[in-house]
């Protein structure tokens, strides 16, 4: 630019700038705190063109002597050494990329925008290197930006996501290539607030019963208004199901002797199903029954049930849900603002054959659940290319009276998740999960109505599987063209979640009443910091480490 300390570069400078095509920068000098030398000619007319770099007291060795020097001329070598290092790292990069690159990168001083003391500002050879614009991955057309939730996973992943990592390649919109870690931008999903669920709700509870049908509802009984909004949906907890076997928006009727049939609202079926099949369980607040858990946050829309006895001891259960599956945690997306929880179509279907052999009932249930976008409750980025699952539940359940006012009673779900093959996601990707709870029950404990009951269960969990995804793991700047391989991403957490629950139940006054003490025990992992790094090029030692802190685990 010069030392003359003008308003403009020198004409040299101009000449050259306007011949050279948007190939030339004009550079000036600044001090250590970022402000124009003094010395400096400034941007002027040719701020188009104009960066600046330190080039005042810049250390100098000649002859082995050590000098502090001021001027534009040693500024404009820092300018030359960035566009070499760019050069070499990105060699497919044109030479007005690397202008435009170390212009729109740099440090906005002085007024704010394109101003005609600095120019451009102040060079920053770190910004230059970083990503630039909508990152895809490479070799597809599939968007991937960094700054975007890659994952979310579901109650049944547990801390998977929390920990995982998941290399690929991504190039932005110089198609320079970067190496990224995935599982810096994937999150675990919330823990479930199961006490404050059970017991934290305020509604009113309305049921009746007339010969062959029984309704029961709730509204809202917190005294925020008469209206059924999005936050005081038809629901009921646990132990309103269990005690009066009616449970939100239910009607069940009676078709016929051997037909019964039951329809909800924003209620899963699985309450209706044991009501129709006469089932005696026994009352917790808290902890959950293995049979019907998914290990997905859900949000039902309605569902039904129709039952068939066979025989004077066999029964046949047809069951449906819709609803949606609600993420784990908030998704953030470059196209949205705000990052908030996304909900998807989730259906299931279900069929469970039940009988008595005298003191002992046994129930043994299929169940399918299809999901539109999500895996198992776990919601994965559109540039994967799939989304969608289908899993089979094998139920079972056991109840022996095995003696009087005594009952033991056990339930067991075990899973097969098949994720739909698309995109990144391989076809053959496999999840197992399994829950299981185990009751003991003793009735008539205090008084003729009243019971006992102890459970120790364990929610829905993966235990071993995940996703193989097809992703890019190289890339040749050569041929400009990326080398796939298949990463696996494991979805079985390494914490595990048990509870137990001693809950009574039983007549007080002219009403019910229950009682629980509610244990539960979340083991996770410790954590890691700092996590890898966000983003590498070649020859770059430019990184980005993010602390990502877990807890490492939470008992309630």
């Not at 060079?123 to 990503?131: K, Q, V």
């Not at 129930?363 to 299809?370: A, P, Q, T």
Request: hydrophobic share 40%.
């Amino acid at each position: 630019a010069g030392n003359d300390g003008e308003g403009r570069p020198d004409a040299f400078a101009r000449v050259l700038a306007g011949a050279g095509s948007g190939n030339v920068i004009i550079v000036g000098s600044v001090d250590s705190s970022g402000t124009i030398s003094d010395f400096s000619n400034r941007a002027g007319s040719a701020s188009q063109y104009y960066l600046t770099a330190l080039g005042s007291r810049v250390a100098v060795y000649i002859g082995g002597q050590g000098y502090q020097i001021s001027g534009t001329s040693f500024s404009a070598p820092q300018v030359s050494g960035a566009v070499a290092l760019l050069a070499q790292a990105f060699p497919t990069l044109s030479a007005t990329d690397i202008v435009e690159l170390l212009l729109v990168t740099a440090q906005d001083v002085g007024v704010a925008g394109i101003d005609d003391i600095y120019g451009y500002g102040v060079l920053d050879i770190s910004r230059a290197f970083a990503p630039r614009g909508t990152t895809r991955l490479a070799g597809t057309d599939s968007a991937m930006p960094l700054g975007d939730t890659s994952a979310t996973g579901s109650p049944a992943m547990g801390d998977a996501l929390s920990t995982a990592s998941l290399s690929t390649v991504v190039l932005d919109r110089y198609r320079r290539a970067y190496t990224v870690d995935l599982g810096n931008t994937m999150r675990g999903a919330a823990i479930s607030d199961r006490l404050r669920g059970a017991v934290g709700s305020q509604g009113r509870f309305l049921s009746a019963n007339a010969g062959n049908a029984s309704l029961a509802f709730t509204v809202d009984g917190s005294g925020q208004g008469a209206g059924l909004d999005a936050a005081s949906q038809l629901r009921l907890s646990p132990v309103d199901a269990e005690a009066a076997r009616v449970l939100a928006a239910r009607i069940a009727l009676r078709l016929s002797p051997k037909v019964q049939l039951g329809l909800t609202f924003a209620e899963s079926p699985d309450g209706l199903v044991a009501q129709l099949q006469g089932q005696d369980r026994p009352l917790f607040l808290v902890a959950p029954l293995a049979a019907g858990d998914d290990g997905v946050f859900r949000r039902t829309d309605m569902s039904f049930a129709l039952r068939r006895t066979l025989g004077p001891s066999w029964g046949l259960t047809v069951s449906g849900e819709s609803g949606q599956a609600i993420s784990g945690a908030p998704v953030e997306q470059y196209n949205d603002r705000i990052a908030r929880p996304r909900r998807d179509l989730v259906r299931s279907f279900g069929l469970a054959l039940d009988r008595e052999f005298g003191p002992l009932q046994a129930v043994l249930g299929l169940n399918w659940m299809s999901e539109e976008r999500t895996v198992l409750g776990g919601r994965f980025h559109d540039a994967f290319g799939g989304g969608g699952a289908e899993t089979l539940f094998l139920d079972s359940a056991a109840s022996w009276q095995f003696a009087d006012g005594w009952r033991l009673v056990g339930s067991m779900r075990n899973g097969w998740t098949f994720p739909d093959g698309g995109g990144a996601i391989a076809r053959g990707s496999r999840i197992y999960s399994r829950a299981w709870s185990l009751d003991l029950e003793r009735r008539g404990l205090f008084g003729a109505h009243d019971a006992l009951g102890l459970r120790i269960a364990q929610p829905l969990r993966v235990e071993a599987g995940g996703l193989d995804l097809s992703l890019p793991v190289a890339y040749s700047y050569d041929t400009e063209s990326a080398s796939f391989g298949i990463r696996a991403l494991s979805l079985s957490p390494h914490g595990r979640e048990l509870m137990g629950e001693l809950g009574w139940h039983g007549p007080l006054w002219a009403g019910q009443a229950s009682a629980s003490l509610f244990y539960r025990a979340i083991r996770g992992t410790t954590p890691r910091c700092p996590t890898t790094r966000a983003w590498r090029s070649a020859g770059s030692a430019a990184s980005e480490a993010i602390c990502v802190g877990e807890s490492p685990g939470l008992k309630e």
